[in-house]
């Protein structure tokens, strides 16, 4: 028997791989993740997960069918279980009021709707997904109509980054857990600190309100990006004053009250979430009548689509002004490394004006082809995927690194560089190749906020 019934409604990069790990620390409980797309619970189920992410195959193999269960049975999961996380999907709004600003909260209250109308006993309903802040509300409104039975709504905001899930889920900086400070409140909330403090040190399970828990979601992701978007202005500074921008992130971020974190100045940004997020955070900042406090919010996200713009207009004006019929290389599709995710990419973009500009775009990617694969379908121009980096490479005009895989940095660029055409350029989006031996070998090089190195008189 198990001590406690745990069910995720939501089997997306965070849903998998948090009850993953719930089930690995904690194999006296039994945890459920359901999902209305059957082809996903299916991969779940499978030897070829949904999702990439380091260590994650190796923990799904032990605790899968032990105390791990994916299932589409949503209404009967939802009666059978009494703890329920809720870890949806919430992205922009594409239309009506708030269109690309606001939340789409739609899968959120169908969910909630869902949940009410199986129901028969007391659940606490724990907030996974992002949500603006005050949807706990809306969510006891939901569930509370025309009911008797008790639904206690927690908020537990999730902060993994992808890539580095797993260690981020079994080593967190902290679990935030938001609850009303009723006596059920309390309780559910204990209930739920108790779950993770089976590996989490209590003094890292931090409670608040819930209101609180819901809008720190939302600052430590604009903060994260916030700092991205500061390096990233002063990497175009950089690149007109012959600065170098690793080197003043360096001294900057010494002082113990900036820090050296996320101070990496790159062609932008990616990821399903910051975006969304700090958009998110503006659209509730304007309805308060926040003017201000959402135009500040919103910079961070203008110095970041000027940065992918700036990367390939740097490429264009490097190259004579001219990417017709050139061929053109990017090294990794994926936002960011050790995932395939590729949601928000900046490589989508970068990929699109290339195209645009009817250069010939070449793609590799360890992880990320299939999605690569989609998010460039019916885009007009050529296009070729290619696992093999050499091979991508080869008969390029220029390689542009748009995802930091340490695979990159041990290529063997003299090969490269024989089998490119000439003069061969590197741009490097992410900062990570040997600037000045990649310069040796003939390349002429452009990093971000770096001075350009090149052959040319
Ligand atoms: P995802 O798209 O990977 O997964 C969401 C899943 O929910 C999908 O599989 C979808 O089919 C399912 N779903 C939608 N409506 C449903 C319904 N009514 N019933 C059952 N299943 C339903 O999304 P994600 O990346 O896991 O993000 C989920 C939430 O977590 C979002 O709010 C996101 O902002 C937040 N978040 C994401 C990350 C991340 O790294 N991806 C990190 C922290 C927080
Ligand atoms: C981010 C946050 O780091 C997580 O805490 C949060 O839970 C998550 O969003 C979310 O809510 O979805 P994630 O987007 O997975 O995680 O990855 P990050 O490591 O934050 O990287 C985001 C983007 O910023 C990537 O494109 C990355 O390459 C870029 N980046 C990061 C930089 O350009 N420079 C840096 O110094 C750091």
């Known amino acids: 028997m198990f001590a406690k019934k745990i069910l995720c409604i939501g089997a997306g990069y965070v849903g998998g791989p948090t009850m993953a790990m719930i089930a690995m620390r904690c194999p006296h409980y039994k945890i459920t993740v359901v999902d209305i797309n059957d082809e996903k619970i299916a991969r779940w189920n499978s030897n070829e997960l949904p999702i990439y992410e380091p260590g994650l195959d190796e923990i799904v193999r032990e605790v899968r069918g032990r105390n791990l269960f994916f299932s589409t049975d949503i209404e009967g999961e939802i009666r059978a279980n009494d703890i329920i996380f809720v870890s949806v999907n919430t992205p922009t709004k594409t239309y009506g009021a708030g269109a690309g ?76 857990i938001g ?10 909330r204990n ?63 010494l002082d113990s009250r900036i820090g050296t974190k996320f101070l990496n100045a790159s062609v932008g940004f990616g990821g399903s979430c910051f975006k969304k997020d700090i958009m998110n955070l503006v659209y509730l900042c304007r309805s308060y009548g926040l003017n201000e406090a959402a135009d500040y919010w919103e910079g961070v996200i203008k110095i970041n689509e000027c940065q992918k713009e700036r990367f390939v207009l740097t490429m264009l004006r490097a190259m004579f002004n001219t990417l017709a019929d050139k061929r053109i290389c990017l090294f990794g599709f994926a936002f960011k490394a050790n995932t395939g995710d590729t949601r928000e990419s900046p490589a989508i973009y970068i990929a699109r004006k290339l195209l645009e500009e009817q250069a010939v775009v070449v793609i590799t990617d360890p992880k990320a082809l299939e999605n690569a694969r989609r998010d460039l379908a019916g885009m007009k121009g050529e296009i070729l995927f290619i696992d093999d980096p050499y091979e991508a490479a080869a008969a390029s005009d220029a390689l542009a690194v748009m995802t930091e895989w340490d695979l990159y940095k041990d290529l063997d660029f003299e090969r490269i560089f024989d089998s490119m055409t000439k003069p061969a ?24 906020g770096k001075p350009p190195m090149t052959h040319f008189a």
């Open 191 to 253: 209930e739920l600190v108790d779950i993770f403090a089976n590996w989490v040190p209590r003094e890292r399970i931090i409670t608040s309100n819930i209101w609180s828990s819901e809008l720190s979601k939302l600052v430590a992701n604009a903060f994260l990006a916030q700092r991205i978007s500061s390096i990233n202005a002063i990497a175009s500074l950089c690149e007109k004053t012959e600065a170098d921008v690793a080197e003043v992130a360096r001294a900057v971020g």
């Open 179 to 188: 609850s009303r400070d009723t006596p059920t409140g309390v309780a559910a």
């Open 425 to 448: 350029f590197i741009f490097d989006g992410r900062n990570i190749l040997d600037r000045k031996k990649l310069f040796d070998m003939g390349f002429n090089i452009y990093a971000v």
């Open 101 to 176: 600003m606001a939340a789409d909260l739609q899968y959120w209250e169908k969910t909630a709707r869902q949940i009410r109308r199986c129901a028969q006993s007391n659940k606490v309903i724990i907030e996974k997904s992002t949500l603006p802040v005050r949807t706990a509300l809306a969510m006891e409104r939901i569930l509370g109509a025309e009911n008797n039975i008790h639904f206690e709504v927690l908020s537990n905001p999730e902060f993994l980054a992808e890539g580095s899930a797993i260690e981020d889920l079994q080593n967190p900086d902290r679990v935030l």
